[in-house]
């Protein structure tokens, strides 16, 4: 977009605009990109082996990135995306009316979902926005983040500021089922069942629910239990969730209510240390720094072992299995751009963006799958972006 809206004030003599190398050669030169940055904006790269003189740059418009202007048509996007869902939603009303008023027994067929193809087969949330398989959907507040089930276009339920539990559908409706601490884990498994505390009435039950039926299947006191009141989720595999006490690590095997300490050879007793995650069958462990270079994905079982992921970009923050061998990776990488601050200040300089990257655990590959989808503050370790967990 950057590429776009330079391209079109990027002028010489006479009026006319500024070529596709033209372009490359400013961000190229200009603004110290590199060539794999400067390929994406323009689609190719610049050969700057003779510098430019005085008089061409001069005759060159030169300014810092209109930020402002990109969030203007990254906004007007977003409302022509709504527009579409809405007209979608009364062509839905307006046909369902005619076919009541003309008394047909046999209803017409059902109008397609908007096709919205998320990037990564995972659930994520940015900016307000959550990417399921073929919607996004506006849910301000976004804490904690459960898929339902193996495939992002299943259910989801997220834990929002608000201390609310919601699910929400393939379809992109939603419904509030249950209350959560803010801040506190939900999480999912492949299953289609959702775990998560509820501390609301005073006595913190651990809540398994089924996103598929819509309704809780076990409800276990932890006060009452060997985890204790101060218990927090921090694992779940579908029938056994994992708490964090005051005492190391507990498992409870949820409708049964028994619960014991966990063996400290088990995988998951180092899950919830941060920088780490087990892949759905708890063969592989992915470990990382968030805020640092590196992602390694080892045998659980084998400490010694370990195959350094590629992953491109200078920062991994987060990253989450998506199967036995995949991975989803948000990492960062820096673009010397110009910011538009809220004071209307504009400051040019060396600024981080997230991107979405998918890692091959049995090859060590990576690839960027969206590039660009958060802003990122330089001397943060984390990101506004949340992924599913399961």
């Known amino acids: ?88 939603a009364a062509v839905v009303a307006v046909v369902g009316f005619v076919l009541v008023v003309s008394g047909e027994d046999a209803p017409g067929p059902e109008p397609d979902l908007p096709q919205v193809p998320n990037a ?19 849910t301000p507040g976004l804490e904690a983040l459960a898929q339902a089930g193996s495939d992002p276009s299943y259910a989801v339920v997220y834990g929002d500021t608000l201390g609310q539990v919601v699910q929400v559908e393939a379809d992109g409706s939603s419904a509030a089922v249950g209350m959560v601490e803010p801040g506190e884990a939900v999480l999912g498994s492949e299953q289609g069942r959702v775990a998560w505390v509820d501390r609301s009435s005073g006595t913190p039950d651990l809540v398994l629910w089924d996103a598929a039926d819509k309704t809780a299947v076990a409800s276990l006191d932890l006060a009452a239990s060997h985890a204790g009141a101060d218990a927090v989720l921090v694992g779940f595999d579908g029938e056994a969730a994992y708490l964090r006490t005051s005492d190391g690590l507990t498992d409870v095997w949820v409708g049964e209510g028994d619960s014991a300490p966990v063996d400290r050879r088990s995988p998951y007793a180092t899950v919830s240390l941060g920088g780490r995650d087990l892949s759905p069958d708890a063969r592989l462990l992915a470990q990382w720094t968030p805020g640092e270079s590196g992602l390694v994905v080892r045998p659980s079982s084998e400490p010694g072992r370990g195959r350094p992921m590629d992953v491109p970009g200078t920062r991994v923050l987060t990253a989450s299995f998506v199967d036995d061998v995949r991975l989803v990776v948000v990492t960062t ?21 997230a991107d979405l990257v998918t890692c091959d655990a049995s090859t060590g590959d990576c690839e960027t799958s969206q590039r660009r989808v958060e802003d990122v503050e330089p001397s943060d370790p984390r990101s506004g972006i949340v992924l599913a967990e399961r």
């Open 333 to 353: 990488r820096t673009y010397l751009l110009g910011r538009d601050f809220n004071d209307g200040v504009t400051q040019s300089g060396r600024f981080p963006v």
């Open 120 to 138: 990564i087969p995972l659930a994520w949330w940015s900016d307000d926005v959550l990417h399921l398989g073929r919607v996004e959907v506006e």
């Open 1 to 88: 977009m950057y590429g776009e809206l330079l391209a079109a004030r990027a002028t010489r003599g006479g009026g006319t605009t500024a070529s596709d190398s033209e372009v490359a050669r400013v961000l190229t030169g200009g603004a110290g990109l590199g060539p794999h940055q400067v390929e994406d904006l323009t689609g190719t790269t610049a050969d700057i082996a003779e510098s430019w003189g005085p008089e061409e740059w001069d005759s060159l418009y030169a300014a810092p990135a209109p930020i402002a202007e990109i969030r203007g048509v990254v906004a007007a996007r977003r409302r022509r995306r709504i527009l579409a869902t809405l007209g979608a």
